[in-house]
């Protein structure tokens, strides 16, 4: 089991030279230990935000959480029709996996469901169901380009347009306040806010969002991703968000940087590797997980593997042969994979499917966490 690194406490070493004219003595070393708390990007953020961002760190240091996009929305077959809800990991598991991934692609535009036909009401419903559950929410936005009505994977050169001064501010700040009323809506049934790990403008060192890689420069990515989070932080007062920062795949701990809007800025960082079957997937990972440990270690921050998977699980035993390799002794908090869309584009098993075994292995692993391993943290 892996143990985090994570410190509140940083041990300062302070070498005292000893001033002298004979002999010179041996330096002298002085332990000072400073507090050093957590510093969110949100200073007004509500309590259980702050006890989400404490449920991660007691996650990390027990093993990684896993999570399934649409987990409960929809699988293999069939959709969502009443509560409570199931879904495909419960299927062939037994038990939900621990984080539950929605997304808020189209909101902006006004619609009733999202771009893959998920009814924002019931996500809503669905949001405040996991949370109930005990478990651990993330939301990404494929937001629609303001500019010219394209959806995320056009290509034009957009950001300057949607800063501050840009010729469609006004456009992209009501995009967000439809988001950030959306965020404001999820009380559970206390009243309070349910709190969100929210991951705007993800995989940007990739060239295929119009947010990333040659669509846009990185300092107008870091700027965009900042004033983002001042929209819904300080205009819309929005409280109830862990900020992510999750780049594409990298080579090194430079390019990983390249787009980091700031330690102000992002709470927790994390990583997007998919394993398209080049048999590189283990080392890349393994590779790209030490780097993101690196900098989150030198930051005090948490870190994750904010997207992967296999479309279609191939090989069968993916789970455990390649995904459980990659991961184990990573230190990352969780790991997320894609939705069960169709019989082409699926990354959990499903009943009848053929890694549902390997499947039921790798959840086995005292390192790796579902729903019941997590729920009471
Ligand atoms: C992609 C695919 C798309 C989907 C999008 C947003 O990776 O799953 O089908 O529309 O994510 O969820």
């Known amino acids: 089991m892996q143990q985090k690194n994570l410190r509140n406490i940083s041990i300062v ?117 996991a949370d109930k559950m005990g478990g651990l929410i993330s939301v990404s936005w494929h937001m629609n380009n303001p500019v010219n009505g394209n959806n995320s994977w056009d290509k034009t050169e957009t950001i300057s347009k949607l800063l501050k001064g840009g010729t469609h501010r006004d456009k992209f700040e009501n995009y967000v306040s439809k988001v950030a009323d959306f965020f404001l809506d999820l009380k559970d049934e206390d009243g309070n806010l349910v709190p969100v790990i929210f991951r705007p403008w993800h995989e940007m060192s990739g060239s295929w969002f119009w947010w990333g890689g040659e669509n846009t420069t990185h300092e107008q990515y870091k700027q965009f991703f900042r004033e983002t989070v001042e929209l819904f932080r300080d205009r819309y007062n929005v409280h109830n968000l862990l900020y992510v920062y999750s780049p594409d795949k990298i080579q090194t701990e430079e390019e990983y940087m390249a787009y980091y809007p700031g330690d102000e800025y992002a709470d927790i960082i994390g990583i997007d590797i998919y394993d398209f079957g080049d048999g590189k997937h283990i080392e890349r990972v393994q590779n790209s997980l030490a780097i993101v440990k690196k900098v989150a270690d030198e930051k005090g921050k948490l870190f994750a593997f904010t997207e992967t998977g296999r479309e279609k699980i191939n090989p069968s035993n993916w789970y455990t042969s390649v995904a459980y390799p990659g991961i184990k002794n990573s230190g990352a908090a969780y790991m997320f994979v894609w939705r069960n869309a169709n019989l082409g584009h699926f990354y959990a098993p499903y009943p009848g499917h053929e890694s549902v075994e390997d499947f039921i292995e790798f959840k086995n692993k005292p390192d790796i966490l579902f729903l019941e391993d997590i729920k009471g943290l």
């Open 13 to 129: 070493f302070i070498a005292v030279l000893m001033f002298s004219c004979k002999p010179k003595k041996a330096d002298e070393t002085v332990e000072v230990i400073e507090e050093n708390p957590i510093q969110f990007v949100d200073k007004d953020l509500t309590q259980e935000t702050k006890q989400l961002r404490n449920k991660l760190e007691v996650i990390a240091s027990k093993g990684i959480a896993f999570g399934h996009q649409d987990a409960t929305a929809y699988g293999i077959g069939w959709k969502h029709s009443g509560f409570p809800s199931d879904s495909d990991v419960k299927k062939v598991t037994g038990d939900f996996p621990a984080m539950f991934g929605f997304e808020l692609g189209d909101l902006e535009l006004g619609k009733a469901t999202n771009l893959d036909s998920v009814n924002f009401d019931l996500m809503k419903k669905l949001i405040i169901e």
